[in-house]
């Protein structure tokens, strides 16, 4: 188990941001409720998936770090859209992982515990029985900033997320049931938009040290690259 000094020091290694920037993200979220909090030194509480899975949504979500609460909590909300393209041997639905931190801990977990990778192996052997050609699992995680949005992907599988709000106005009848929604949106999402409309994007490298150092794990992996 890990302490969120340790998560926001392996972060700083896979250059996710300064040390000094991810420990302000790091306060900001613990006096906000967002991650576990119990104590110091010895005493501190010990970081779970779904704490890792907020902290790094919050680093992707903002670079500033005073609004890091607020950015990570809009975004951790955003919710499984219909449209997905399924892993059958992972499955992410809107029962198990309704919202992107919830399915973003899932994944975290998976990599841990050897799921993936487990997972991987099976396909490997499917398509070069024998072979000792072994490639590695793909996953990460796309951000949209302005759209408020983001997209998981897990090997073959694509998962949207998106703003509640935008899910509403999709179902909505017609224009005049859109029409407030809309402007709910505009009103919800602005303080996200900026000129340069950014996207953060999370790689296998990162996740796989964040899920391993949760677990207790060293940063390596199965059938990573390193191998």
């Not at 900001?28 to 030194?41: D, I, M, P, T």
């Not at 796309?142 to 179902?171: C, D, K, N, W």
Request: glycine content about 8%; overall charge negative; some cysteine.
């Amino acid at each position: 188990m890990a302490l969120l000094s340790e998560l926001v020091s392996i972060c700083e290694t896979h250059r996710l941001d300064t040390g000094a920037t991810l420990n302000v993200f790091a306060r900001r979220l613990r006096e906000a409720g967002r991650v576990s909090k119990a104590g110091r030194g010895r005493g501190a509480a010990h970081m779970t998936y779904l704490d890792a899975a907020r902290f790094l949504i919050a680093c992707a979500a903002t670079d500033h770090p005073e609004r890091t609460a607020d950015a990570e909590y809009a975004f951790s909300n955003i919710t499984l859209s219909d449209d997905n393209q399924w892993c059958e041997a992972f499955h992410i639905t809107a029962e198990n992982a309704p919202t992107l931190d919830l399915a973003l801990a899932k994944l975290l977990e998976g990599i841990a515990t050897g799921e993936i990778d487990a997972i991987q192996q099976g396909k490997n052997e499917e398509r070069r029985p024998g072979s000792a050609l072994r490639i590695p699992p793909f996953f990460g995680l796309i951000l949209r900033r302005s759209h408020v949005s983001a997209s998981l992907r897990i090997m073959e599988g694509y998962y949207h997320f998106q703003h509640p709000t935008l899910a509403a106005i999709v179902a909505a009848p017609d224009y005049l049931a859109q029409k407030p929604l809309m402007e709910e949106l505009e009103r919800d999402t602005y303080r996200f938009r900026t000129g340069k409309n950014l996207v953060a994007e999370l790689e296998e490298k990162l996740l796989r040290a964040v899920a391993h150092l949760i677990a207790g794990k060293g940063a390596g992996s199965i059938i990573g690259p390193e191998n």
